[in-house]
C-alpha cells in the first residue's frame, strides 16, 4: 500500500485555474503579446513558469520571457483579485491523511514563493514533509522533482502515488515508475488522463480517503 501521498497544488489541491488563466492573459496584456484564449492557458498549467511562456510564446526572446515571467507573477501574486479557494474537503481529507499515518508530499509547478505563501494563507503547510517547486528542480513531466521526494524520504517509487490533474503531473508519475491518481476537476479533462491509467479517477477530494481505506481494509 502506498505510505507517501505526493499532491500537486493547482487544480488538485486548489481551485486556482481561473486565477492562472487571468494572470497569464493580464501578463501578455501588458507586454503587447498575441491574446491568449482561456484553452491556451490552461495547458500550460503545471509546467514552471519558463517552460511555461515558452510553451505558450515558443519565439519569445530571453529577455521578453524574464519580463512575461516578472509580470505574470505580479498578476498572480498582487494584481488579479480573481478568487482562489481549496477545493471541497480538502482540510479536513489531508489531516485526516496525516492522523492515519500517511506521508503527504507536494510536487507543484509553482516558484518555491508562490508555494510558501499559499501553505501559509491555508495554514496547511505542517500536513506536507516534503515539498518540490518548479524553480529549484527540473520542470514537470520529467521525473526529477518526484525522485528528488523520493530520496529526501526515503521511500520507494512503489510506495507512493503521484496525485493530479493535468497530463505533466500523470507523465511525471509513469517516468518515476510510481502509481498515479487522475483529478477529473482540474485543468485538464480526465479523458486526456486515462491514457497513463491511473489507479483511480477522483472526482471530488474525500473521494482518495476512501479509496485509500478501502485499499488498507479500513472502510467499514
Same mark, same amino acid.
Given at each position: 500500500?502506498?505510505?507517501?501521498?505526493?499532491?500537486?497544488?493547482? #487544480?488538485?489541491?486548489?481551485?486556482?485555474?481561473?486565477?492562472?488563466?487571468?494572470?497569464?492573459?493580464?501578463? $501578455?496584456?501588458?507586454?503587447?503579446?498575441?491574446?491568449? *484564449?482561456?484553452? @491556451? $492557458?490552461?495547458? /500550460? /498549467?503545471?509546467?514552471?513558469?519558463? @517552460?511555461? /511562456?515558452? %510553451?505558450?510564446?515558443?519565439? /519569445?526572446?530571453? =529577455?521578453?520571457?524574464?519580463?512575461?515571467? !516578472?509580470?505574470?507573477?505580479?498578476?498572480?501574486? @498582487? #494584481?488579479?483579485?480573481?478568487?482562489?479557494?481549496?477545493?471541497?474537503?480538502?482540510?479536513?481529507?489531508? =489531516?485526516?491523511?496525516?492522523?492515519?499515518?500517511?506521508?503527504? $508530499? &507536494?510536487?507543484?509547478?509553482?516558484?518555491? *514563493?508562490?508555494?510558501?505563501?499559499?501553505? %501559509?494563507?491555508?495554514?496547511? #503547510?505542517?500536513?506536507? !514533509? +516534503?515539498?518540490?517547486?518548479?524553480?529549484?528542480?527540473?520542470?514537470?513531466?520529467?521525473?526529477?522533482?518526484?525522485?528528488?521526494?523520493? %530520496? *529526501?524520504? #526515503?521511500?520507494?517509487?512503489?510506495? %507512493? &502515488?503521484?496525485?493530479?490533474?493535468?497530463?505533466?503531473?500523470?507523465?511525471?508519475? +509513469?517516468?518515476?515508475?510510481?502509481?498515479?491518481?487522475?483529478?477529473?476537476?482540474? $485543468?485538464?479533462?480526465?479523458?486526456?488522463?486515462?491514457?497513463?491509467?491511473?489507479?483511480? =479517477?477522483?472526482?471530488?477530494?474525500? !473521494?482518495? =480517503?476512501?479509496?485509500?481505506?478501502?485499499?488498507?481494509? !479500513?472502510?467499514?
Amino acid at each position: 500500500m502506498y505510505s507517501l501521498l505526493i499532491f500537486d497544488w493547482d #487544480g488538485t489541491v486548489i481551485d486556482s485555474t481561473a486565477r492562472i488563466v487571468s494572470s497569464m492573459q493580464s501578463a $501578455a496584456r501588458d507586454l503587447g503579446l498575441r491574446h491568449l *484564449q482561456d484553452h @491556451e $492557458a490552461r495547458e /500550460i /498549467i503545471g509546467l514552471g513558469l519558463p @517552460e511555461a /511562456i515558452q %510553451a505558450l510564446y515558443p519565439d /519569445i526572446d530571453s =529577455e521578453l520571457l524574464v519580463s512575461m515571467r !516578472e509580470r505574470y507573477v505580479y498578476h498572480y501574486m @498582487e #494584481g488579479d483579485s480573481t478568487p482562489t479557494s481549496l477545493f471541497p474537503g480538502v482540510q479536513k481529507t489531508l =489531516e485526516s491523511l496525516h492522523k492515519k499515518g500517511y506521508r503527504l $508530499a &507536494v510536487a507543484t509547478g509553482k516558484s518555491r *514563493q508562490g508555494l510558501d505563501r499559499v501553505l %501559509a494563507d491555508t495554514g496547511l #503547510g505542517w500536513l506536507f !514533509e +516534503v515539498t518540490r517547486c518548479a524553480d529549484e528542480t527540473t520542470s514537470k513531466p520529467h521525473p526529477h522533482m518526484l525522485e528528488e521526494i523520493l %530520496a *529526501q524520504s #526515503g521511500v520507494s517509487s512503489d510506495n %507512493a &502515488v503521484m496525485i493530479g490533474d493535468t497530463e505533466f503531473d500523470l507523465k511525471m508519475g +509513469v517516468q518515476a515508475g510510481m502509481a498515479t491518481i487522475a483529478v477529473s476537476y482540474g $485543468a485538464h479533462h480526465i479523458d486526456r488522463l486515462k491514457q497513463y491509467k491511473p489507479v483511480l =479517477e477522483m472526482y471530488a477530494f474525500p !473521494e482518495l =480517503e476512501a479509496w485509500l481505506d478501502l485499499q488498507s481494509g !479500513e472502510a467499514v
